[in-house]
């Protein structure tokens, strides 16, 4: 089984998107083939300087090393250093309605916001088919927002095979250059709570993040938004944002003894925030140290990116050669 996935180098990663994605990579690790990527061509599209550029796409590699993805286990790669990428979105592209694109929910927020929209905001969908399709992937994990994405997906397949390979079968998926992935929708990870109880978003700058300095993790977890019951009075566990991120950390006999504290009263919400940035630091710390020691090995992390892309490559030119052999460019 080949499983593949992508985050996109946009910014520096949260708790949402460790408890929501990320983890689900490395817990799959050991189940199949993993091609885990930077997807550095979708983040150009948003991050519009070199330097940034550069510093966010090695910064998701770190991330992924010091969290714990293995690159003895899993080919860890840059999206745009596999160029195949780039043609197969373009011949996929060929076969795209624009209706299916106009439809998209990225495209439809932008232009509902009034924003500029630009073709690489239009055509993403078109490069995240060909980034899944590029490896014959079997599995893809993703977050439930991307769902739109992965049906769009498997349709240019289907259109792609339909079109070009006289023995595809719409019916079992068989006989087609192109495989048919399937999507494994996270659906049981709850949406992560942010320091003011909406979903934990860059945009809503409400996060916790798991690689920033020891200072300012505090200062996230300090920030938290409660109510004003003084800390004498019993306190609701299940309205609370902190119990919420506690959630996360605690196992279940933990959990059970910090809500009866909250419910007898006597504990503050400062109380249960030191509680909440311990766990943070028993959970995160291995991985932040790691981190910072790798940020000291830079070509380390280069050459790992480098070898992660000529065995991506590999198997992105076979596929791609049959692609083109398919439609007859070669
Ligand atoms: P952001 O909302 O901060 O911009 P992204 O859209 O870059 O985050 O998220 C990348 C992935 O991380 C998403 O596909 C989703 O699976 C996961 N994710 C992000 N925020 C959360 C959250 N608050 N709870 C659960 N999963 C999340
Ligand atoms: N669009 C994904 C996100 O925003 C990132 C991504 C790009 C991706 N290409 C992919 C995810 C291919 C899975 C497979 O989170």
Redesign the pocket.
């Given at each position: 089984m080949r499983i593949l996935s992508g985050?996109?180098s946009?910014?520096r990663p949260?708790?949402?998107?460790y408890?929501?994605?990320i983890r689900q990579f490395i817990g799959l690790q050991p189940k199949g083939e993993g091609y885990y990527f930077v997807a550095d061509l979708h983040a150009l599209d948003t991050v519009r300087d070199a330097d940034t550029m550069r510093d966010l796409s090695l910064g998701v590699a770190l991330d992924y090393l010091a969290l714990g993805l293995d690159p003895a286990q899993c080919t860890l790669f840059k999206q745009s250093d596999v160029p195949e990428v780039s043609e197969l979105m373009w011949i996929l592209g060929t076969v795209t309605p624009m209706g299916q694109l106009q439809r998209a929910h990225g495209y439809k927020d932008a232009v509902a916001k009034g924003k500029d929209v630009d073709f690489g905001l239009f055509s993403y969908p078109v490069l995240m088919a060909a980034d899944i399709l590029l490896y014959r992937s079997d599995v893809v994990p993703?977050?439930?927002?991307?769902a739109q994405h992965l049906e769009l997906t498997r349709d240019l397949a289907v259109k792609f095979n339909m079109t070009y390979c006289k023995d595809f079968d719409p019916e079992t998926g068989e006989g087609g250059a192109l495989k048919l992935p399937e999507s494994m929708i996270?659906e049981d990870?709850?949406?992560?709570?942010?320091t003011d109880g909406r979903?934990?978003?860059?945009?809503y700058d409400n996060?916790i993040k798991l690689f920033d300095t020891d200072k300012q993790i505090k200062k996230s977890i300090m920030r938290i938004v409660t109510d004003s019951t003084p800390v004498e009075h019993p306190k609701d566990p299940d309205s609370c944002n902190v119990y919420a991120l506690l959630k996360l950390f605690c196992d279940e006999a933990e959990l059970a003894e910090v809500a009866a504290r909250y419910r007898a009263g006597g504990t503050g919400y400062g109380d249960f925030k030191k509680l909440l940035l311990e766990r943070f630091h028993d959970m995160f710390g291995a991985a932040r140290a790691r981190r910072a020691e790798l940020e000291q090995d830079p070509d380390y992390v280069r050459d790992v990116l480098a070898q992660g892309a000529a065995h991506a490559r590999q198997t992105a030119r076979a596929v791609l050669d049959d692609v083109q052999e398919a439609c007859g460019l070669r």
């Open positions: 985050v996109k946009t910014g949260h708790l949402g998107n408890f929501g994605a993703v977050g439930k927002d991307q996270l990870v709850a949406v992560v709570p942010g979903k934990m978003s860059k945009s996060t």
